[in-house]
T-cell receptor
Framework: QKEVEQDPGPLSVPEGAIVSLNCTYSNSAFQYFMWYRQYSRKGPELLMYTYSSGNKEDGRFTAQVDKSSKYISLFIRDSQPSDSATYLCAMSEPHGNQFYFGTGTSLTVIP | DAMVIQNPRYQVTQFGKPVTLSCSQTLNHNVMYWYQQKSSQAPKLLFHYYDKDFNNEADTPDNFQSRRPNTSFCFLDIRSPGLGDAAMYLC????????????FGPGTRLTVL
């Protein structure tokens, strides 16, 4: 079983839709959770990070962590064509120097 | 702006011809990483340095080597590239601590002919 599971998609939504991206994990020691956005042929860009359980909001993006279910989500409100990219979840243990990635979900927002 | 820089952005090499990819950072982070990413896959960790301490992943091929001469720079050497080594190579940094974010460079896309 992989440490981190992520539905690869592809996901295609109309502009303005609410998008939900999800990852599950198996290691209960993970407490630091990140979402990256990666445009085609570019490096991943850190979008959101959260510590332990709860929600964090930044503009149109909300990151949610449910440690009891080992499940994290990224919500994108009012999606825009510029949000079209691959979204990677990543996580690590406290004081950990290793980051565990999902395989990424490919998102296309259609104008 | 503090950042992670990778050079070159695109590298073409011939089968078996050694190649070196470089990474520099202005973030003053003490941990640096090299990842290999193939199409539609998660980044795969090859190595990381915690300061000067080198950590090699168990399944990283011997064909791959790394050097970190100082805090700011890190190099990835591929001694004899094969066709299967064609990929995006990502450098990343983080600041060791309780909770830390990992920042990526733009990547070097390697083509092997």
């Amino acid at each position: 079983q992989k440490e981190v599971e992520q539905d690869p998609g592809p996901l295609s939504v109309p502009e303005g839709a609410i998008v939900s991206l999800n990852c599950t994990y198996s290691n209960s020691a993970f407490q630091y959770f990140m979402w990256y956005r990666q445009y085609s042929r570019k490096g991943p860009e850190l979008l959101m990070y959260t510590y332990s359980s709860g929600n964090k909001e930044d503009g149109r993006f909300t990151a949610q962590v449910d440690k009891s279910s080992k499940y994290i989500s990224l919500f994108i409100r009012d999606s825009q064509p510029s949000d079209s990219a691959t979204y990677l979840c990543a996580m690590s243990e406290p004081h950990g120097n290793q980051f565990y990635f999902g395989t990424g979900t490919s998102l296309t927002v259609i104008p | 702006d503090a950042m992670v820089i990778q050079n070159p952005r695109y590298q073409v090499t011939q089968f078996g011809k050694p190649v070196t990819l470089s990474c520099s950072q202005t973030l003053n982070h003490n941990v640096m990483y090299w990842y290999q990413q193939k199409s539609s896959q998660a980044p795969k960790l090859l190595f990381h340095y915690y300061d000067k301490d080198f950590n090699n992943e168990a399944d990283t091929p011997d064909n791959f080597q790394s050097r970190r001469p100082n805090t700011s720079f890190c190099f990835l050497d591929i001694r004899s590239p094969g066709l299967g080594d064609a990929a995006m190579y990502l450098c990343a940094t983080s600041r060791a601590g309780l909770y830390n974010e990992q920042f990526f460079g733009p990547g070097t896309r390697l083509t092997v002919l």
